[in-house]
Antibody, heavy 115, light 109 residues
Framework: EVQLVESGGALVQPGGSLRLSCAAS????????MDWVRQAPGKGLEWVSY????????YYTDSVQGRFTVSRDNAKNSLYLQMNNLRVEDTAMYFC????????WGQGTLVTVSS | SYELTQPPSVSVSPGQTATIACSGD??????VYWFQQKSGQAPVLVIF???KRPSGIPERFSGSSSGTLATLTISGAQLEDEADYYC????????????FGGGTKLTVL
């Protein structure tokens, strides 16, 4: 059974940092590109970042470019999102998602940026 | 900039057909995907590659795409279909971008 389990969400002050993790199981993790997708409270879905299976290609949405870094450790079947210089507008539930069809989503981890 | 546009809300009576539209200039070049999200839950894929239905998704869900318009159709909507629906596509013309529509709240009553 495919499972994606996010962790690491917390309450953090503006300007702070946080590292999210996503533990994958039930499939050959290294063979799949992965996304981070977020959803602000009461709002729609927003794509955040993309990473290929071998980490050869990495992309970000414009609003997080230069502040967020996506990475993965295929030996540990884990995906990460390092978030620096956090802003109030980064407050959201963050989901890790399996590509190419976005067919499996984690349950999400909540990041709240507030003073 | 690339955008996907959906109506904010659609209402149908149980057993009627619900149609949710998604428009975007780059849709002719990329597949469209549709997701269902119920309150407090993660999104669920209901249509991929314009028209394909994942295993476990009821046959009443179908998708189509022509030109700049994609459509999700729920034939014989059920009360349990009440949810938010999002379309999704990609733009790889110059770099890699992924986009969700703003979402459509489907009310079945």
């Amino acid at each position: 059974e495919v499972q994606l389990v996010e962790s690491g969400g917390a309450l953090v002050q503006p300007g702070g940092s946080l590292r999210l993790s996503c533990a994958a199981s039930g499939f050959t993790f290294s063979s799949y590109s992965m996304d981070w997708v977020r959803q602000a409270p009461g709002k729609g879905l927003e794509w955040v970042s993309y990473i290929t299976g071998s980490s050869n290609f990495i992309y970000y949405t414009d609003s997080v470019q230069g502040r967020f870094t996506v990475s993965r450790d295929n030996a540990k079947n884990s995906l990460y999102l390092q978030m620096n210089n956090l802003r109030v507008e980064d407050t959201a539930m963050y989901f890790c998602v399996r590509l190419p069809d976005l067919d499996y989503w984690g349950q999400g981890t909540l990041v709240t940026v507030s003073s | 900039s690339y955008e996907l546009t959906q109506p904010p809300s659609v209402s149908v009576s149980p057993g009627q057909t619900a149609t949710i539209a998604c428009s975007g200039d780059a849709l002719p070049k990329s597949y469209v995907y549709w997701f269902q999200q119920k309150s407090g839950q993660a999104p669920v894929l209901v249509i991929f590659e314009d028209t394909k239905r994942p295993s476990g998704i009821p046959e009443r869900f179908s998708g189509s795409s022509s030109g700049t318009l994609a459509t999700l159709t729920i034939s014989g909507a059920q009360l349990e279909d009440e949810a938010d629906y999002y379309c999704y596509s990609t733009d790889r013309s110059t770099t890699h971008r992924e986009f969700f529509g703003g979402g459509t709240k489907l009310t079945v009553l």
